[in-house]
């Protein structure tokens, strides 16, 4: 049996749950979310619980049992408090970035010689916090918000991707709030 699948998902209220065939719906205060349930698991309501067995012992049941019970356990999570991920912009310069309707508009010149636009899924909000200036640098954070765990990872994912961090000067990039940039040794002179 599965350590993380064999535990029951506590469902808090407010939460509505709908069983159907091979998909399961959660709707809360923050909002809705539907997930396919493989064919090898089985999801049950009991009392105030959500169940997760597997119908075998194959190897691909037992892979799949403690995935769909973390994937569920997210989703009440994300329909009752959501989810965040924080990034932080470090460039030279002011008024580098803005977010209007959920299009975030990068336009430093450090960077890039254009503006560079990204838009953002639908579920999902973008807003920026006061710039912080620390030693001529200018420090943006940029939080990323949703009900859907793997899509706020990926948004986020996708928006460090603009401009990842600069391994030989680590002081320019977008980065995750909290996340240490390894320095590479820049190339010796013989």
């Known amino acids: ?11 808090p209220t407010g939460v509505k749950v709908t069983l159907e065939q091979d998909n399961i719906t959660l709707e809360g205060p923050k909002g809705k979310l539907v997930k396919k349930i493989p064919s090898t698991v089985n999801v049950a309501l009991k009392d105030s619980e959500i169940v ?25 999570i994300g329909v009752t408090t959501g989810f965040e991920k924080r990034l932080r912009l470090i460039s030279i310069g002011r008024d580098i970035i803005q977010v209007q309707n959920n299009k975030l508009t990068l336009k430093d010149k ?8 990204y ?4 579920g999902i909000s973008l807003s920026l916090e006061r710039e912080e200036v620390v030693e001529r640098l200018t420090e943006v954070p940029i939080i990323v918000r949703g009900i ?3 899509l706020v990872g990926e948004v986020a994912a996708t928006i460090r991707r603009i401009k990842k961090p600069d391994y030989y ?11 240490r940039v390894r320095m590479r040794n820049t190339k010796a002179t013989v």
Do not use: W
């Not at 000067?169 to 996340?179: A, L, Q, W």
């Open 1 to 11: 049996m599965s350590r993380v699948g064999k535990i029951p998902i506590y469902l």
């Open 52 to 76: 997760v067995t597997r119908s075998n012992n194959s190897r691909q049941s037992k892979a799949l049992h403690g995935l769909t019970r973390a994937l569920i356990s997210n989703m009440v």
């Open 110 to 117: 450090v960077f890039f010689s254009h503006l560079v636009t």
């Open 119 to 122: 838009t953002a899924p639908e």
């Open 148 to 150: 859907d765990k793997e």
């Open 169 to 179: 000067k680590p002081c320019k990039g977008i980065r995750y709030e909290g996340e």
